[in-house]
Every structure is written in C-alpha cells, then in structure tokens.
C-alpha cells in the first residue's frame, strides 16, 4: 500500500518513538508526585516544555500539554473566553475549519454565544475586509485555522491578527496543519490561542499543546485541577511529550528540505493531469505544497477513494463517511460549491516517505479511474 494520506497523520519518526521507549523506561513516574522520581520526571517535563515553546516563539508559562489538536481546540477557546465579561458573546470562524472548532462552536452556542461563520473567497482565503464588517462590539473571539485541512490553503494570519488588535478582540488559530510544515512567524506577537497536534508531524498520537498566552487571566474549565497548572486533568503522558518534542525538532530542522522536495512532487504531480477535463484542482492562492485537493467531476469521493485503495493506494475524502454516505465537504461549500461537487472532493496528502515515482503512478492511477468512472455512467 502507497500511503498518500500524511495530512490525516504520520508514522512515528524512529528518533522520536525511541525518545518514548527511553523516558517510559526510566521517567514514569507521575510528574506531580512528590517524592524523587517524580521530580525527575517533572524536570524532563518542563524542559520539553521550554523547548517546545522555544521552537513556537511563545512564553512557556503559556504552554500546555493536551491529548491532541482536538482537545487543544476546545480548551484554549473556553481559556480565552473565560477572561472576558460575558457581555462579550460573539465569535467569529470560518464555514471550512476543522470539526473540533465547529463543535465548539456548537457548545458555545448552547450556552448562548452568537456565532458567525465566514465563507472563503474563490482564492480560498477569509475575506478580510468581511471579516472586519462581522466584528461588533461584543465580539469575543475570531478563530481561524491556518492551513485548512481539507485543501491546504494558506490563510494571512499576520493580517488576521492585525485585525483583530485593531478592534481589541482575542484572536485563536488552530495550527494543527501548519506546524512543521511551513516556517512560523513569532506566534507570541500574533496570536492569543493555538494549537498544535503531534502525530501531524511524526510524533506519537495522543499527545498535542494549547497555548494561552500568559496575560490572559484565564480560568480552569475543570474546577480542583493540579496537572498542567490546571489547564487540563489527568496525569501527564511525558514519554509521549518528549517524543513530540524530539519530532517537533527535526521537522523545523528538515522543514526547508522537505518543503522543496514536496514542491517537486506536487509540481509532476499536476503535469500529469492538467490536460485531463475530467479532473479539476481546487487551486488557492496560497496553499501547503504537500496537499493537493481536486475532483473527479460527477464522481463521489467515496468512490474514488475505495477505487484507489483496491488499488493499493490510500488517499482521502474531504470529510469522513457516515452510515455509507459521504457528507459535503465543510470547505468546499464554504468555497460556493454546490453539495454535490463538495462531495466529489479528494485529498492527497504527501510525506518525507513519498517518492516521485509514487506520485507518478497514483497520476496514472487515478486518471485510469477517471476513466472507468465515466464509462460505467
């Protein structure tokens, strides 16, 4: 099986799982105990710590270890809310961010916050100037991803956040897509809230950061929680910190290298199909070089992604089946298209493993499906 789905997650990094063996070894201990052991274990958590924030531009007493980008979502926003009058009960976020931050959006507005979901311009950026126009004065907080998971797109985060200082509102970017593979400005100066999960990078799964910058006077969302200052319950999984720290290291290490190698398979990638009418590239202006997003016109991306895999590849669909039936992408209406073109859509996703001659005959492959698609219509 050619793996071509890196943007859902990657394997393990040898360098990284071996960091796990080491500290699971030898650093079990619960990181709040308070005899030696647990000592020592929390010395290696607060170094992981200082590192992690180092690599991120960001105060480490801002920074908390969670399960994973999901839960980092949901708590950094409660975080960031928590801090402001509750007068200020409107959010702002995007039609195609990832479902964690639209079911905390769901929750909010059970507890009675107003939210506002922007569509994206055919360029698959926010509008920036609607934006501003959906800011009034109780806005809380504008959250926006900054790579969109579906198709890559690049969102002007800077501008974003300018944005949002300019009105006095707390901004939130979940950074899940992007760490690791794009280089990152000083995130302290930008942002009030991110996220970042491990297994996007080549770090364990189960293991990802929140920050919440520290000005913020933020609440515990669990009330009588010790772990993580509060911020989180549950003893402290160190050994995967550690390995999330050592991938996190060598992907800001290798980003130049592998930003450029994925930019020559993207670039055979799209030659090989560019003159065939029955594909169509969802092209941004701005987009991760190792996802590419497209169509096979009239064809469900289910389809696709089950002929691909009897194949011997394994790609995605833009959103997840339910009960047998693929619900339209969140990015591709927030695009305008329709519920069946966001149904049609694919995501190819490459990695440091990926090869040219991979992605040269996935090209093959897929115009072939393409192909036999259209005559069985």
Same mark, same amino acid.
């Given at each position: 099986?050619?793996?071509?789905?890196?943007?859902?997650?990657?394997?393990?990094?040898?360098?990284?799982?071996?960091?796990?063996?080491?500290?699971?070894?030898?650093?079990?201990?619960?990181?709040?105990?308070?005899?030696?052991?647990?000592? %020592? &274990?929390? @010395?290696? +958590?607060?170094?992981?710590?200082?590192?992690?924030?180092?690599?991120?531009? /960001? *105060?480490?007493? =801002?920074?908390?270890?969670?399960?994973?980008?999901?839960?980092?979502?949901?708590?950094?926003?409660?975080?960031?809310?928590?801090?402001?009058?509750?007068?200020?009960?409107?959010?702002?976020?995007?039609?195609?961010?990832?479902?964690?931050?639209?079911?905390?959006?769901?929750?909010?507005?059970?507890?009675?916050?107003?939210?506002?979901?922007?569509?994206?311009?055919?360029?698959?950026?926010?509008?920036?100037?609607?934006?501003?126009?959906?800011?009034?004065?109780?806005?809380?907080?504008?959250?926006?991803?900054?790579?969109?998971?579906?198709?890559?797109?690049?969102?002007?985060? %800077? &501008?974003? @956040?300018? +944005?949002?200082?300019?009105?006095?509102?707390?901004?939130?970017?979940?950074? /899940? *897509?992007?760490? =690791?593979?794009?280089?990152?400005?000083?995130?302290?100066?930008?942002?009030?809230?991110?996220?970042?999960?491990?297994?996007?990078?080549?770090?364990?799964?189960?293991?990802?950061?929140?920050?919440?910058?520290?000005?913020?006077?933020?609440?515990?969302?669990?009330?009588?929680?010790?772990?993580?200052?509060?911020?989180?319950?549950?003893?402290?999984?160190?050994?995967?910190?550690?390995?999330?720290?050592?991938?996190?290291?060598?992907?800001?290490?290798?980003?130049?290298?592998?930003?450029?190698?994925?930019?020559?398979?993207?670039?055979?990638?799209?030659?090989?199909?560019?003159?065939?009418?029955?594909?169509?590239?969802?092209?941004?202006?701005?987009?991760?070089?190792?996802?590419?997003?497209?169509?096979?016109?009239?064809?469900?991306?289910?389809?696709?992604?089950?002929?691909?895999?009897?194949?011997?590849?394994?790609?995605?669909?833009?959103?997840?089946?339910?009960?047998?039936?693929?619900?339209?992408?969140?990015?591709?209406?927030?695009?305008?298209?329709?519920?069946?073109?966001?149904?049609?859509?694919?995501?190819?996703?490459?990695?440091?493993?990926?090869?040219?001659?991979?992605?040269?005959?996935?090209?093959?492959?897929?115009?072939?499906?393409?192909?036999?698609?259209?005559?069985?219509?």
């Amino acid at each position: 099986m050619i793996y071509l789905d890196y943007a859902a997650t990657c394997p393990i990094d040898k360098e990284a799982l071996a960091a796990y063996t080491e500290i699971a070894a030898n650093y079990f201990s619960n990181t709040n105990s308070l005899h030696d052991m647990g000592g %020592e &274990a929390a @010395s290696v +958590l607060e170094n992981c710590r200082k590192q992690f924030a180092n690599l991120l531009g /960001v *105060q480490a007493e =801002g920074l908390y270890f969670t399960s994973g980008g999901s839960e980092s979502n949901f708590l950094s926003i409660h975080a960031l809310l928590a801090s402001l009058p509750s007068e200020k009960n409107h959010l702002i976020t995007a039609m195609g961010e990832h479902s964690s931050i639209h079911s905390t959006m769901k929750v909010l507005e059970q507890k009675g916050y107003e939210v506002t979901y922007l569509p994206y311009k055919k360029t698959g950026m926010i509008d920036l100037a609607q934006l501003e126009q959906a800011i009034q004065p109780n806005t809380a907080l504008v959250s926006i991803q900054h790579v969109n998971s579906e198709t890559g797109a690049i969102q002007p985060i %800077e &501008a974003i @956040s300018l +944005l949002c200082r300019s009105h006095h509102v707390l901004f939130h970017s979940d950074l /899940v *897509q992007s760490f =690791g593979k794009l280089p990152l400005p000083r995130l302290a100066a930008l942002v009030d809230g991110f996220s970042v999960s491990s297994h996007k990078f080549y770090g364990p799964k189960g293991v990802g950061a929140a920050y919440v910058h520290p000005k913020i006077k933020r609440q515990s969302f669990y009330p009588g929680t010790t772990h993580e200052n509060g911020f989180r319950p549950g003893t402290v999984n160190t050994p995967a910190i550690a390995a999330m720290v050592v991938a996190a290291n060598k992907a800001i290490q290798q980003l130049a290298q592998e930003s450029k190698h994925f930019k020559k398979l993207r670039q055979v990638f799209l030659d090989k199909i560019v003159d065939n009418p029955l594909l169509s590239v969802i092209e941004n202006q701005a987009q991760l070089p190792s996802t590419i997003a497209l169509r096979i016109k009239e064809t469900e991306g289910q389809w696709v992604l089950l002929e691909s895999n009897r194949r011997g590849f394994a790609i995605s669909t833009g959103s997840a089946c339910q009960i047998g039936q693929q619900a339209p992408s969140k990015t591709m209406k927030a695009l305008g298209y329709s519920d069946e073109e966001a149904k049609e859509l694919v995501r190819i996703s490459f990695g440091r493993h990926t090869t040219l001659k991979e992605v040269e005959q996935f090209a093959d492959t897929l115009q072939e499906i393409a192909k036999r698609m259209h005559q069985l219509q």
